[in-house]
């Protein structure tokens, strides 16, 4: 009997043609992920589970999943998954590491110039029909330093880009060798150096317990003054409550800020503050990008179903 794949996000449709193409018996109900209750009455009948982040497999879940074999998460993080009762049921989650690099580092780019340029205020201003031509004085991002916090594949590619635009880069990253620094042309730093010179700094890291409130009160405090924060990754790297008191007080510049500690997120504390840009999670949010993370999470996926690989 062919394996059963449940898609429960809103996926590219891409993802079921190639389901259906390998031979899989495949339903696609975009919906579901937001019905728990309904979720968990169908999962039983599931060999593999393909999400984006609406999903929420939990250990109810999965207690539930009496045949699932697979969990497949288009996209990178896969917080919205319990690792621990999935790796204890053995159930395998994958995610598509690569898909979607570009596009979440193109946003934080935008950001940067956003921030520097405040172009959702001055839109906003033009189209209300005042000419404020003198209040939207912006900086050159060219001959800033960049403070890159975590210079994997997203980071790396911000890197990239902010060369290309003649910033300076410095990277934080545990895990960068002194080699591949100096092949991306980056200098390698601690975080303390990073946030004492950086004017613009940006995050790249996974949410872990290592890397959680990595820009805490304190460590916002250590950053020069004015500087611009940019964060399209996790919302609990940043402490929020710290980042619009040092705003409001003149010591942090701007924010550009697309992820939040609670999301969906409805009210923050970053909201309504003058110099911050919000986007609603959109790091991923192109149509190349939701076409490659489905494509490559149904290759996947029908990999490890049909040949165990
Ligand atoms: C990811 O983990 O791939 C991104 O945050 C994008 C998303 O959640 O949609």
Redesign the pocket.
Known sequence: MAPKVLVSDKLSETAVQIFRDRGIDVDFMPEVGKDKEKLQEIIGQYDGLAI??ATKVTAKLLEAADNLKVVG?A???VDNVDRDAASKKGVIVM?TPFG?SIT?AEHAIAMMFAVARQIPEASASTQAGKWEKSRFMGVELTGKTLGVIGAGNIGSIVCDRARGLRMKVVAYDPFLSQERADKMGVEKVELDELLGRADFITLHVPLTDQTENILSRENLEKTKKGVRIINCA?GGLVDEQALADLIEAGHVGSAGID?FAEEPATENPLFGLPNVVCTP?L???TSEAQEN?ALQVAEQMSDYLLTGA
């Open positions: 984006r982040s998460r996209g990178i993080g995610n979607n979440t996790r992820v999670h790091g991923a949010a993370v």
